[in-house]
C-alpha cells in the first residue's frame, strides 16, 4: 500500500460527485438494493472510489440478500480500518478505506465461511477492475 492520501473536506467535495462524497465522507449510505455492484457478477477487483487502492476481490463477493455489495475479506487486511461506530444501537463497526479513510460501509460477524464476516459495502464508495 502507498502513502496515507490527506485532504480537506473542501478538496474531496471538489472531485466528488455529490452523492459520493455523502457516502465516503459523512459516512452515509445509499438505499439498499439501488447500487450498481450489489448484484455484480463480473470477475475483477473493487477499488475505494476516492483514491484507488484495491480493496476487495470479486473471489470474495457474495449475495448476501442485504441490498448492499458483500465481501468475506478484503484483498489484505491492512487495506481496510475498522473502527467502532456508536451512531445507532447496537454499536456496529465501520469500515474505511486504509488509505484515504474513505467511509466504506460496516462489518458484520455474520458472514460465510471461510471468515463468518460480511463486509457491506456501498457501491458509491467502489469502482471496479476488470482483470
Not at 4 to 25: A, F, G, M, N
Amino acid at each position: 500500500m502507498s502513502e496515507k492520501i490527506s485532504k480537506t473536506l473542501d478538496e474531496w467535495r471538489q472531485e466528488l460527485e455529490p452523492e459520493v462524497y455523502h457516502v465516503t465522507r459523512e459516512a452515509g449510505t445509499e438505499a439498499p438494493f439501488s447500487g450498481q455492484y450489489d448484484k455484480h457478477t463480473e470477475t475483477g477487483s473493487y477499488s475505494c472510489r476516492c483514491c484507488g487502492l484495491e480493496l476487495f476481490s470479486s473471489a470474495a463477493k457474495y449475495d448476501s440478500g442485504s441490498g448492499w455489495p458483500s465481501y468475506f475479506s478484503p484483498i489484505a487486511a491492512e487495506r481496510v480500518i475498522h473502527q467502532a461506530d456508536y451512531k445507532r444501537f447496537p454499536p456496529r463497526t465501520e469500515v474505511l478505506c486504509a488509505r484515504c479513510e474513505a467511509h466504506l460501509g460496516h462489518v458484520f460477524p455474520d458472514g460465510p465461511k471461510p471468515t463468518g464476516l460480511r463486509y457491506c459495502i456501498n457501491s458509491v464508495a467502489l469502482k471496479f477492475n476488470l482483470d
